[in-house]
């Protein structure tokens, strides 16, 4: 319903607030780009489960060994 709605939309957007004033605190103490640091610790995290994820289509056969090791060089 409509509650619901309203407090997706306050959450999402107060959490974009933090991103965007937490970027900022990062770019003005002088750690380098603030956002691209957040986007990057972002992918970062995620690359544990997709490579995971990765390794289980492989061991159940449902993807090839070549296949993976494509993928890899292709993203690594």
């Known amino acids: 319903g409509w509650g ?11 959490g974009t607030m933090f991103l965007m004033w937490l970027g900022e605190q990062i770019t003005e103490r002088g750690l380098g780009n603030g956002i691209s640091i957040l986007i990057f610790a972002g992918i970062a995290a995620g ?8 390794l289980e289509l492989v061991r159940t056969g449902a993807m090839s060994i070549i296949v993976a ?3 890899v060089l292709l993203v690594g």
């Open 4 to 14: 619901f709605r309203l407090t997706a939309v306050v959450s999402l957007t107060a």
């Open 69 to 71: 090791l494509f993928i």
């Open 47 to 54: 690359l544990p489960s997709a490579v995971g994820g990765l």
